[in-house]
């Protein structure tokens, strides 16, 4: 099985296992246009769900207790709930592959997710980090 990507992009994401060289997410709000961020929030909505926790988790954006807590995949990829809010609230960047690699997912991805739901949530600890450390221009 090929190792899961993390969207783990911006530094907020990491806590106090910070990784230095990662861009905050404060730099990186408003870049998507809102039909590509619908198409990405809709599938992102779709992937399997391979750890969901009881209370909810902090969004380090507002400092607030609020965004579902939970992991989930598409098989290849894998992302939280504070991701997904981000996307939704705040339209930030995401990585040019990514957004390639849902536009060439065909519909069974899901299904295909599923059936391997076990072992993608074991290989969950040993995803690759993708981590945005370039700096964005915001065009205007």
């Known amino acids: 099985?090929?190792?899961?990507?993390?969207?783990?992009?911006?530094?907020e994401q990491f806590n106090e296992n910070y990784r230095g060289d990662a861009q905050s997410v404060r730099d990186n709000c408003g870049v998507m246009d809102a039909n590509q961020a619908l198409m990405v929030i809709k599938y992102m909505n779709k992937g399997v769900h391979l750890f969901d926790f009881m209370g909810p988790t902090l969004d380090p954006l507002t400092g607030r207790w609020d965004?579902?807590?939970?992991?989930?995949t598409d098989g290849t990829y894998v992302w939280d709930g504070v991701l997904l809010r981000w996307i939704e609230q705040h339209?930030?960047?995401?990585?040019?592959?990514?957004?390639?690699?849902?536009?060439?997912?065909t519909g069974d991805w899901v299904e295909k997710a599923k059936a391997n739901e076990i072992e993608l949530a074991a290989s969950l600890k040993s995803a690759e980090?993708?981590?945005?450390?370039e700096v964005h221009k915001k065009q205007i």
């Open 129 to 133: 980090l993708i981590v945005f450390s």
């Open 1 to 11: 099985m090929t190792p899961l990507k993390s969207l783990t992009l911006y530094r």
């Open 67 to 72: 965004v579902p807590h939970f992991y989930a």
């Open 91 to 105: 339209y930030i960047r995401l990585p040019s592959e990514f957004i390639e690699h849902i536009r060439g997912q």
